[in-house]
């Protein structure tokens, strides 16, 4: 807890935050842009991954021949969108829970 009159402190980095502006973990707004970034990066991976094994799966099921081709490239899409939603949400959490386990000690 603060005092009145005395600025809030990040519980990520300690610095001393003098708008006040902390999220719901008391992290200021520079460290959680960096656990976005990691997390976004990690994500973008995943994604890749996700794509790559599709279109693979695609190309040996022969699905660029097929009439339906449109519709396997959307959903395609569609499956690495959500996949990459999915994996920056897990990697937020998780590299958040990293970082507040190693200021834990």
Do not use: H
């Amino acid at each position: 807890m603060t005092t009145v009159g005395t600025p809030p402190v990040c519980r990520n980095c300690g610095r001393e935050i003098e708008d006040g502006k902390l999220d719901q973990e008391g992290w200021c707004a520079q460290c959680r842009r960096g656990v976005i970034r990691r997390a976004t990066l990690s994500a973008i991976a995943f994604g890749a991954l996700v794509a790559v094994v599709y279109l693979a799966g695609m190309a040996w099921a022969g699905g660029f021949a097929s009439v339906f081709m449109i519709f396997l490239l959307a959903l395609g899409a569609i499956l690495v969108y959500v996949a990459f939603k999915v994996a920056r949400r897990v990697a937020f959490d998780l590299v958040r829970a990293r970082a507040m386990r190693a200021t834990a000690r």
